[in-house]
C-alpha cells in the first residue's frame, strides 16, 4: 500500500494507494493514529483516488479514523472514490453515513480549510 500525507490549514490529507485490505489495514491505522498525535490537525481528509481496491477490514478502519475524529472533535471526511472503492461505499451505505465529496476541493471547503 501505498501512504501519504501533506498538510494545508492544518488539516492532514491522506492519500492512500493500492488496495486497503485486511493485510495492510494495521500499518495504515498505524500511519493515520501517528498523524493524529503528532500533528493535531483540526481536520483529517482521506483521499481514495488512488485505491482500487477496499474490503470489509479496510472499511472497518475507516470507519475507526471517522469515530476518532468525532471523539477528538475534529474534522472528517473521505474524497474521490473511484471503481470498487466507490461500490464497496455504497453497499455498505458508508456514502451516507460518513462525509464523502467528489473532489478533494470540495472536501477541504467543507472541512473550512479553502473558501
Do not use: W
Amino acid at each position: 500500500m501505498k501512504l501519504s500525507h501533506r498538510t494545508k490549514n492544518n488539516i492532514c490529507i491522506v492519500s492512500i494507494g493500492e488496495k486497503v485490505l485486511q493485510e495492510n489495514t494495521e500499518e495504515l491505522g498505524n500511519y493515520i493514529f501517528d498523524l493524529l498525535q503528532t500533528k493535531k490537525p483540526r481536520g483529517i481528509l482521506i483521499n481514495l483516488g488512488k485505491a482500487v481496491e477496499l474490503d470489509s477490514s479496510g472499511i472497518g478502519i475507516i470507519v475507526s479514523f471517522f469515530k476518532t475524529a468525532q471523539k477528538e472533535q475534529i474534522g472528517f471526511a473521505v474524497c474521490r472514490l473511484t471503481g470498487l472503492v466507490a461500490k464497496a461505499f455504497k453497499v455498505t451505505l458508508l456514502d451516507r453515513i460518513l462525509p464523502v465529496y467528489e473532489k478533494e476541493t470540495e472536501a477541504l471547503k467543507a472541512l473550512g480549510c479553502i473558501e
